[in-house]
């Protein structure tokens, strides 16, 4: 069985989580960023150059919306955090502007990313273009094939694109090989990480970046609601938008975290990436933390029709919150986040990204499993839009869309 | 084995060339029989891995010596396995296991240990696995008596090292170039420089690796002070060549494509005591 408490990371730590878990020829990088954290990131005129390109360049705030419809759907009253409606389709790009600015500080010419489905690598590509970087994407070879549109997008914004043919060939392959890149070229490079995992210092500063997201979302509630929801919903990839609205209630002990990972086709099918509900503590690509693995340590290919879900590790801070019980971790399956990104359109006329659809999910079933009271208020993070996932959509789905079949199995089955 | 064995090899012998080899690379077999081969050509310590499928810290021929490993199902109890025979057979040669701190982390430390042990491993080395992240690790090596190796590079600055040595019993392990694992040619002078420099600065046996693959490198590298240089990417190159030379049967081709690459560095070894 995997690990007894045997092993306590020390450095940027959350609990037994954390830590950095890399190679000595890592440090000089880390340290660097690290010393830059505390003291650029730290500066006024960083936040102040931080929070203009957030607002002129990306689009903040971002509205929260009221879903009168969907609501009505699963007997909750339903608030959406648009973060769909940010520059580029996801809340990625408050991550990469706040590293990208960073790494400019820092007088680096290069920054490179990994990109499971896409988001970040175009995130990451439009901010090396507004910055002036030569940007390089690392990509599974079989994303490459799968995510056709967004590797355009990339190329197009001005970055390279670097299909990774090794291992399983998809997104832990694409984080391996960033390593590589970053160790060899430490110097004039800034891995931007698009998640909070990895090693310290990346899961706090990813975090921070996205603190804005829940900052906002407080605020707005409060003007426009009143009180506090009783539970705030995001799904859990790596879990950066997740951390970044749970964040500003997490000190709100009557308002709920709930995290919702990706099920796939099912828990008991092995086929899934709900790597909180049903990982083991491991050490993956820089951090402790609960892994999808096998009973020797080899890490194991998750499943999720969310690419950007479809990942063998989650932050650290995640499985910290699990175990101290501020957090609940839930699922979806792939057939109840296609539910959920059909409804969602067809009842209020927005296209979630298939990542958010798992969020959107929980809300359709939580009052039937008995989770919360009929008609509670709940915050739900709307991650991203859902215009990149419609090839898939068509290709795996298609048949539903249109015709008469499509609306046996809508919005009011 | 244990650590006693490989500071008896430093005590009789001051330099020592290492292969590295993934254990089960290309068949749990046939890496028996390029281990059997490495020693009788002169290699007088091994560095020995178990295959991981995240090799992060690797190049792209080690990265496919680990893929290999694994397709012939070399997972850490075979792996162990092979360390059992080739250890029966050469008892006295030290082997240095070089595993990924996941593969460990699995097993549980204190199993883990002991089964390297048992196995005939003299020390261990965990390169992702940080040095402040291993206190317990090294207890653990410590109770039982297995060798501690720990990881430097050239950006590694003067301090840390010397922080680094404090700990460690086995070797201090420099990497020679500043990237991940992988055959290199030239640089002599730079690796020269960076072995002279820590070699200086520290205590403990400076075992050289990532990036040689010519008797001259390995020369240098032991005039500037080095007890143990390892040559890994580049017989790795050699095996997956013997590898795509034709089925792999007894391994015989692959045996003798690693030998011709090896027997070079190996010569050059000879003339060092
Ligand atoms: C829209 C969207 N939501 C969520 C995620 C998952 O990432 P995280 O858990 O870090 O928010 C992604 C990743 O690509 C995404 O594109």
Known sequence: ?413 | MSLVHLQEAFRAKKHHLSAFLVLGDPTLEVSFELAKKAIELGATMLEVGIAYGDPSADGPAIQKANLRAMAAEAHTEAAFGVMRRIHEAFPHVPMNLLVYGNLVHARGFERFVDEALAAGASSLLVPDILFEEGEELRAVCKAKGLGHAELAGPLTTPKRLVRLAKTIDAYLYLVAFQGVTGARTGGGDAIGELVTRVSAGVDVPVCVGFGLSSGEQVGKVFDSGARVAVVGSYLANAIEAGVNAGPIGDGRHVVESFAKAFAPLAETAKRYG
């Open chain 1, 1 to 413: 069985m995997p690990s007894k408490a045997d092993l306590t990371p020390r450095k940027g730590a959350f609990g037994a989580y954390g830590g950095r878990y890399v190679s000595e020829l890592l440090v000089p990088a880390l340290d660097e960023l690290e010393e830059a954290r505390k003291t650029i990131v730290r500066s006024s005129s960083f936040k102040r150059e931080f929070r203009e390109t957030l607002r002129e360049w990306a689009g903040r705030p971002t509205p929260l919306t009221y879903v009168a419809n969907f609501s009505k759907l699963c007997n909750l009253q339903v608030y959406l955090k648009r973060e769909d409606l940010l520059h580029g389709g996801a809340h990625k790009t408050n991550n990469v502007v706040g590293q990208g600015i960073l790494a400019k500080r820092m007088g680096k010419k290069r920054i490179i990313a990994e990109t499971g489905a896409g988001q970040h690598g175009v995130a990451t590509a439009m901010v090396g273009a507004r910055l002036g970087f030569e940007t390089v994407v690392y990509m599974g070879a079989r994303d490459v094939e799968r995510q056709a549109p967004n590797v355009k997008r990339m190329q197009l914004c001005g970055a390279t694109v670097v299909p990774v043919e090794t291992g399983s060939q998809t997104l832990k392959d694409a984080i391996n090989e960033a390593l590589r890149d970053w160790t060899a070229n430490l110097e004039n490079t800034h891995y931007l990480l698009g998640t909070v995992c990895g090693p310290d210092p990346f899961p706090r500063l990813v975090r921070d970046f996205h603190r804005v997201i829940g900052k906002e979302a407080k605020q707005q509630w409060g003007d426009r609601v009143g009180g506090l929801p009783r539970a705030v919903v995001a799904c859990v990839g790596g879990g950066s938008n997740a951390i970044g609205i749970f964040k500003a209630f997490e000190k709100d002990r009557e308002v709920d975290l709930v995290g919702v990972e990706p099920g796939g086709h099912g828990l008991e099918s092995g086929e899934h990436g709900a790597t909180l509900s049903k990982g083991t503590v491991g050490l993956l690509h820089g951090a402790r933390t609960s892994v999808m693995q096998d009973p020797f340590g080899q890490i194991l290919e998750p499943h999720s029709v969310a690419a950007g879900l479809d990942y063998p590790g989650v932050g650290p801070e995640h499985a910290y919150l699990r175990d101290i019980g501020r957090a609940r971790y839930e699922w979806a399956t792939d057939d109840e986040a296609i539910e959920a990104f059909e409804t969602l359109a067809r009842t209020e006329g927005i296209i979630p990204a298939f990542e958010s659809a798992h969020a959107i999910a929980y809300a359709m079933k939580a009052v039937k499993l008995g989770h919360y009271e009929p008609g509670a208020r709940i915050l739900i993070n709307c991650s991203g839009r859902g215009d990149k996932d419609l090839d898939t959509y068509r290709k795996l789905y298609g048949h539903r869309i249109g015709g008469g079949v499509s609306g046996a199995k809508g919005a009011h089955a």
